[in-house]
């Protein structure tokens, strides 16, 4: 695997990235921009007309020519219960893939995201797991989801069907810094009801909240011939229990958190990650989509984990 990250090119991966597709959960929009006045020394400012604000939300994110984007990113998969200090469950890490393009006006990104739950001491893939909450000895469901369809954005917001859902961000500068805070919440009927799956469960609405925040160079941003920043972001998400921690209809949530980058080159990405995804998945790199049609953590979890809950 190591002799094959040589043949990746650096131009491959400069031509690569996403937002992470765990914002793209049904129900969420993102909104209408407050821009504050942003310069560089050079005096480059960020034109407040909704075109150049367009331009530069998807060059950060994405690339403004065809490509293929690289996300890395690792953190931990929080544990909170009422009354309850938080509690650190598992080390997470991951890849965020998606394909840009442009139609007309608009840019359509299709993402491909895998990952996995890892040991607190040593980050390795988790096998098994006790949870802390139950002290029951669980296997991990790992995640890989996206696929099947895009996401497409216009200079309005993000087109759902024929409704156009304005974006939810805003932009902040500090001194050379520049970043963009991204946010949305969602709720929606869980496809694994109670009565079915009293034990993965967590009741019959899934609720999620969901902040990002991706920092760049005002160089970067306003570079012309430049179609991708270099970025690093921040993400947060908190969502009702995970089906494979089996905490059922119990109070309390779970909370996401890691850091990431867009990958500028494949040496970027830590062995335990190539190592991962040449086990589950040895096309990622090489295939533009790595599979066909669409996964989803909880459509995923229904096949796979045959219902022996009653």
């Known amino acids: 695997m190591k002799k094959d990250r040589k043949n990746i090119s650096r131009r491959s991966f400069l031509n690569t990235s996403t937002a992470l597709s765990f914002a793209a959960i049904p129900g969420i929009g993102l909104a209408t921009p407050f821009i504050p006045e942003i310069k560089t020394k050079e005096s480059a400012t960020l034109s407040s007309s909704k075109g150049e604000i367009f331009k530069s939300h998807i060059r950060l994110m994405g690339s403004l020519k065809p490509a293929t984007i690289y996300n890395w990113f690792s953190g931990h998969l929080w544990g909170i219960l009422p009354g309850e200090a938080p509690k650190p469950l598992t080390t997470l890490q991951g890849l965020a893939k998606s394909n840009w393009k442009k139609e007309g006006n608009n840019y359509t990104k299709e993402s491909f995201d895998l990952g996995f739950f890892g040991d607190l001491e040593t980050g390795k893939v988790l096998d098994t797991w006790k949870n802390p909450y139950t002290n029951e000895i669980i296997e991990p469901f790992h995640f890989m989801y996206g696929g099947g369809s895009n996401t497409t954005y216009t200079p309005d917001g993000i087109l759902s069907g024929e409704t156009i859902k304005p974006y939810k961000e805003n932009w902040v500068q500090s001194g050379e810094q520049i970043w ?3 946010y949305g919440s969602a709720s929606f009927k869980n496809p694994l009801q109670p009565e079915e799956w009293p034990i993965s469960s967590a009741g019959e609405q899934m609720h999620f909240g969901s902040s990002t925040t991706y920092v760049t160079d005002a160089k970067q941003l306003f570079n012309p011939n430049i179609d991708s920043c270099e970025q690093t972001f921040f993400w947060t998400a908190i969502n009702s229990w995970e089906p494979w921690l089996h905490m059922g209809q119990k109070p309390g949530f779970v909370m996401w ?4 980058k867009k990958i500028v080159d494949i040496s970027e990405i830590p ?3 190539h190592d991962y995804v040449s086990k589950v998945q040895p096309n990622y790199f090489d ?3 790595p599979w ?5 953590t909880y459509t995923s979890y229904k096949e796979e984990r045959k219902n022996n809950e009653k």
């Open 180 to 182: 963009l805070d991204e």
């Open 257 to 260: 958190r890691a850091t990431g």
């Open 271 to 273: 062995d335990s990650m």
């Open 287 to 289: 295939n533009e989509q």
């Open 292 to 296: 066909k049609g669409r996964r989803s």
